[in-house]
């Protein structure tokens, strides 16, 4: 919720391929929840289909796929709602042990009760990504433990990677250490 488009599939798309959310958990499969990804049309799709349909739809990437495309989505509708007042429509799509949680708008995921309202339990789910640059109190508190992801997007805090070229002069952290002098002297 920094200002990016928020539809950006980089991770979403290394979960998917991940093998050990493809297995259900009895046979040593992980489980996932991914929360969110906005994509209007791919929620409209997913809630006409309705709850326990199987859906194939693409989604995500509409406004930033710089760094990844839109990815397929194929699994089982787990549940549909339309008149969320933030995100509009939203719909939880199982993808193997992994939940994906899709919006019609972006919407933030900060309180257990934003998971628990779609019938999901983040406490008892292995992996819960929420796409916020630092834990709310509430999911900070409830995390056996966490980790913040440096992942590619508008929003990106791996400034190196933003390709900044014509900054004009030497400016930390983009110029290599030795081009500049960190202790400029005062006037």
Do not use: N
Not at 27 to 54: F, M, N, Q, W
Not at 66 to 87: F, K, M
Not at 129 to 134: C, D, L, M, P, Q
Not at 138 to 151: F, G, S
């Amino acid at each position: 919720m920094a200002g990016g488009a928020g539809d950006v599939t980089w991770t979403l798309a290394r979960l998917l391929d991940e093998p050990v959310f493809a297995l259900p958990p009895e046979a040593g499969g992980r489980t996932g929840i991914y929360a969110s990804l906005p994509d209007a049309e791919a929620a409209r799709t997913v809630a006409d289909a309705g709850v326990g349909a199987r859906v194939e739809v693409g989604a995500g990437a509409r406004v930033d796929a710089a760094h990844h495309g839109p990815v397929t989505l194929r699994g089982v509708v787990e549940h549909v709602r339309t008149d969320d007042p933030v995100a509009g429509i939203v719909c939880v799509v199982a993808v193997g042990g992994l939940r994906v949680v899709l919006t019609e708008r972006r919407r933030p995921y900060h309180l257990e009760s934003d998971f628990t309202a779609l019938g999901l339990d983040p406490r008892g789910t292995d992996v819960v990504v929420v796409k916020i640059g630092t834990l709310e109190t509430e999911l900070h508190d409830m995390a056996e433990d966490w980790m913040l992801m440096l992942t590619p997007g508008g929003v990106d805090q791996d400034l190196s990677r933003l390709g900044h070229h014509r900054l004009g002069g030497p400016v930390h952290p983009f110029s290599s250490p030795g081009s500049y002098d960190p202790e400029p002297e005062l006037l």
